[in-house]
Every structure is written in C-alpha cells, then in structure tokens.
C-alpha cells in the first residue's frame, strides 16, 4: 500500500516554499522589516484595492494576522464580479433552471406528475437577487468582525504607498499603506466591431438579468460561462446557439471528457458551429443578425437571434489605477507582473487574482490572497497553480484537476489511464442520473496521480477528494485502499483509481 505517511507530509509542507533565491531572500527581508509598524501609526500594514475573492479574503487574513487593514472597493458593494454578477447570481439560476427541467421533464419518471410546470422569471431573478444581497452583507460582516476598514470608492496611485480613493459619496480620501496589494479582478473581454448594450447584445452580466426568456439566443465562445449562461436559458425555453472560433469546445478539458461534454450538451438541444468566425453584428432592427464564417475563410451566412451573448474570455481590470505612474511592469495582456510572493517590480506593491498570470477563478485569487498576506506578515504561502480545480457548472457538471491526457503525451510522461462509468454507479442508477464517467491518469512507474477528471451530477463538489490526493502527492492506489461509503457517488472515485493500478470490480 502507497499511502504517505505522516512523515513524509510534515517534510512536504516544510520544504515546498523554501526559497534559496539570494533575491528571494533580500526581499523576504525587507517585507519582514516593513511589516509590522507600531500600532501608533494612521499608516496602515496592508491597504487592498478591490473587494472580490481575492481582495476582500487578502484583507480579513491579514486583519488576522494582526495587520492594520483597509480594503478599498469602486462597486460599493463587496465580494467583486463573483458575487456580484458572476459565480454566484449563475449558480442560483442554474440551479432554478436545472429545478424547472427536472420538473418538467424528469418528475415523472419517478412516480410525480404535475398538470403544468410554468417559468415565473421575476421570482428566479428575485431569488437570485436575494442570495447576492445576503452574501455581501455577509462579508460586510465580517469586516466588521476582523476590524478591516472599508472605503466605498475609486482606487488610483498616487505613490507605492499612498492610494487616492475618489468615494462613492462624491469625496475623495488618500489611503496610506506600507503594503498594497492590487486585487481589481478582470472585465469581460470585447470583441472588435461588437457593441455591448446588455440589452440585446449582452456580456455574462446582462445575461444574468434578461426581462423576459429569448426564443434565441446566440452565445460567442464555446468556454465555461457560454456554456453555463447557454444551459440556464436553453433550460428555460430558448433555442441556443453556440459560436465558438476554435476547433473544441473548452479547449482546455481533456479530450475524451470533453467530446461526452459535448454530446450531453447536444441532447440537450444545445447547438454548436465550431471553427466559426463572428464578421459582424447587426443590432439595428428588432432582433439581432451576425454574419459568420467558416475560421479558415470560405462562405459567409447569416444568423438570427433575440439576444447576443458575448462570452469571449475575460482581461485584467487595472484602468485607472495608475500603476503607470510608480512604475508597475504589465505583460502584453495587461497581467501585473509579480515574483512568488506576489511583490511587483514596485517595492511594497503586490498583485493577486485575475489581475496577474494563472487562471482566472475566484478560488485561485482567494488562496493568492492568503499567501500574500502570509508572506507579508513574515510567513510561507503557497499556491500551485497546477493543483487548482476547475468546474463548469453545467448539468451535468465537468470538474478537472492537474494535467490532462494530451498534455502529458505532449510532455512525454508515460501514464496509465484508469476510467469507471456513473452507468455502473448504484447510488447514480437510484436517482436516474447515472451519465459521465470518472477518468483518472497516474505515472507509469510510480503511480502518483497527475490528473484527474469527472463528468456527472455534483462533480463540482466530487473532485475535491482528487484534488486533496494530487496535493499530497498520493497514488491512486491510496484512493483506491481508502473505504467509500455505499451507496454513493464518490464510489466512482475509488472504482477509477482501482483501474488504473490494478482492476475495477463493479465492471
């Protein structure tokens, strides 16, 4: 049996974030030196612009770890794009719409029949509405709680260490910090030629508030909340379309996942035009007409939709902070640079989340947060960004972690693959959701797991037993040796692990 041991596990996290970077260090030092200021002082240890995942985390640890902070945040309301028009509002309307499905096409199956099931979208929106309204209230609360100071308003630089904030109110104040950490998010990402108004042509953000339910809609990119947004309005009646540039949908999912994705979302009535250029958009009349083409070139035609959802990808939100003005270094994508710890090439001026390179996730900017601020307060932090999950919400659910199949034949690493359909899952056969499948790759030789994906019901919330074994640097067979409940949907888990080193037995 493989399983680490204790030891093993104390040394792991001991020696991860050593550093002996003699640059590393000198900054690691000079961060230790700055930290702590005396308690007398109007100067804080920490200021964070932005409010979101990362920021408004970034800013209760380190309240935690005893710094004086402030957190500035321009929406006057906290918790960032994610809370606000993003992660959660998408969840509680795919969770409507997946409830509205389920009624009308699923309760009937198990013994429940309803004369009619109708849509009543001023109540899904207002309960959305509601759910965002309580969790930021909520963070709020838990400023109070850590004594973080909260400024409603602006953020720009007027130094490394002084941040002038134009308030919602109409004010303006100059915040001191001796660190500050730059954690503005990302904005939806335009396409040239295409007006956003969020009314016919919309980003996510509109797409969470459409007045009525469109006959059809076209989505632009085939990527996670194109495909989210699509399923929660196919869902509810309209004809969806999705227009996608690639060659794949999700072209980061693992290849043999991702083609079962894409028959699910099919018989779904989900529609797909792959390796599809946008030439142009009409808003002029009642509707909205796009010009496409084949990506290679060829045959323009023309499509018809009520409404346009734009979903390209996202950028790093920095307008208007001046980071020009004390010299931050950006890549060409507009990504602050920064080392390990988070440090520009600014001293005392950090960056976390979407604004810097990895992937743009509200947990990934959550966990940036805590390392910064940790490194700020004279400790180790970590992220490795290799090991973090990635979920697409739909149903059902894909969530993946570490290295896909195709990468690892790109890297030359030989690997075993060991996959256990939900079709053989008891607790998924009960319920009549028994579609996805679990596919885990581990090393040839050593049998460490390098990667895993999940395609089913609730994968979202299955792939972080994987994600705790890659952490760890487990073998599959250590998956394989740990008791799962019965019956259960994580016993596909366990079934797929004992695939890959030896033999499945419920198949």
């Known amino acids: ?92 309307l795919l969770h409507s719409s997946h409830m509205y499905h389920e009624a009308k096409h699923a309760f009937a199956n198990h013994g ?13 929106l207002a309960q959305k509405d509601n759910a965002v309204k309580n969790l930021t209230r909520g963070i709020e609360g838990l400023f109070k709680k850590n004594k973080v100071t909260y400024v409603k308003g602006y953020g720009k630089f007027l130094s490394p260490n002084e941040v002038s904030v134009d308030t919602i109110d109409g004010g303006n104040t ?47 990119g085939a990527g996670y909340i194109g ?8 869902r509810l009646g309209a004809e969806v379309t999705v227009v996608e540039f690639a060659g794949d949908i999700v072209p980061s999912m693992d290849g043999e996942i991702r083609k079962q994705f894409q028959r699910s979302l ?27 083409e084949p990506a290679e070139g060829g045959d323009q035609t023309t499509l018809e939709a009520d409404v346009v959802l734009v979903s390209a990808g996202r950028t790093p939100f920095t307008s208007g902070l001046d980071l020009e003005k004390i010299g931050v270094e950006t890549d060409k994508g507009g990504r602050i640079l920064v080392n390990e710890r988070f440090l520009t090439n600014v001293s005392g001026v950090y960056a976390i989340g979407d604004v810097i390179p990895g992937p743009m996730l509200a947990h990934k900017a959550e966990e940036d947060g805590v390392a910064c601020v940790e490194f700020i307060a004279g400790k180790h932090g970590h992220v490795d960004y290799d090991k973090v999950p990635g979920v697409v919400y739909t149903h059902p659910e894909v969530a993946s972690v570490g290295k896909t199949e195709e990468q690892l034949k790109k890297d030359g690493v030989s690997y075993r693959v060991g996959k256990f359909p939900f079709m053989a899952n008891s607790r998924a056969k009960a319920i009549d ?42 073998s599959s067979e250590d998956i394989a040796r740990v008791c799962h409940a019965h019956p259960t949907m994580s016993e596909a888990l366990k079934e797929a692990a004992m695939a890959t080193y030896d033999k499945p037995i419920h198949i």
């Open 433 to 474: 959701n028994a579609e996805g499948l679990v596919k885990i790759l581990a090393d040839k030789e050593t049998d460490k797991i390098l990667g895993v994906h999940i395609m089913s019901p609730n994968a979202g919330e299955l792939i972080h037993e994987a994600v705790l074994a890659i952490n760890y640097d487990a």
């Open 174 to 220: 100059v915040v001191k910090g001796k660190h500050i950490i730059v954690a503005t998010g990302s904005d939806v990402k335009s396409l040239p030629g295409i007006t956003i108004d969020e009314k016919k042509i919309v980003s996510s953000t509109g797409a969470l508030s459409l007045s009525e339910v469109p006959k059809k809609l076209i989505v632009i």
């Open 227 to 234: 495909l989210e947004m699509g399923s929660v309005w196919g």
């Open 112 to 124: 429940i029949k309803l004369t009619s099931v109708e849509v009543d979208l001023p109540a899904m």
């Open 266 to 292: 099919e018989k779904q009535k989900m529609k797909f035009m792959l390796k599809t250029k946008v030439v142009s958009v009409d808003a002029s009349g009642d509707g909205v007409k796009l010009t496409v």
């Open 1 to 92: 049996m493989a399983m680490a041991s204790l030891a093993r596990r104390k040394a792991y996290f001991l020696t991860r974030n050593v550093s002996n970077s003699p640059t590393d260090a000198l900054r690691f030092s000079f961060s230790l030196s700055r930290g702590f200021a005396s308690s007398g002082s109007d100067e804080n240890d920490v200021v964070v612009i932005g409010g979101g995942p990362g920021g408004y985390v970034a800013a209760i640890k380190a309240a935690q770890l005893g710094l004086k902070t402030t957190c500035i945040e321009k929406r006057g309301a906290l918790g960032g794009t994610c809370l606000n028009v993003g992660c959660i509002p998408s969840k509680a």
